[in-house]
């Protein structure tokens, strides 16, 4: 079992930074691909980039691409979503998820584990 928690949600302008830390508890956290996803209100959960567990490749959505960086430290069992220039499409409650796999996958289901979520609010 792994227990996520993320932090660092707000309410922020167009334009502006924010950035999400996602705290793993539980099992060891090195071993685990994570995924960021974003669902807005009244639309379905979409990914929005993730981290592998073992050379920290990066996969990012094309509507984040340039604008998002995702890192982890596995000494503090935590992986972070760095968003700068946020835009108000990118209002939305953010989750981080925890995957099994190697490679870091895109839907929803290929994660085990999932957080409750942040909400990031961007003001236009």
């Known amino acids: 079992q792994v227990q996520l928690v993320e932090s660092g949600g707000g309410l922020v302008q167009a334009g502006a930074s924010l950035r999400l830390s996602c705290a793993a508890s539980?099992?060891?956290?090195?071993?685990?691909?994570m995924g960021w996803f974003r669902q807005a209100s009244g639309k379905e959960r979409e990914f929005v980039g993730g981290?592998?567990?073992?050379?920290?490749?990066?996969v990012y959505a094309d509507s984040v691409k340039g604008r998002f960086t995702i890192s982890r430290d596995n000494a503090k069992s935590t992986v972070y979503l760095q968003m700068n220039s946020l835009k108000p499409e990118d209002t939305a409650v953010y989750y981080c998820?925890?995957?099994?796999?190697?490679?870091?996958?895109?839907?929803?289901?290929?994660?085990?584990?999932w957080g409750r979520g942040t909400q990031v609010t961007v003001s236009s």
């Open positions: 998820a925890a995957s099994l796999l190697v490679l870091v996958p895109t839907t929803p289901k290929r994660y085990n584990y």
């Open positions: 539980g099992r060891t956290f090195s071993g685990y691909t």
């Open positions: 981290i592998s567990n073992s050379v920290a490749s990066t």
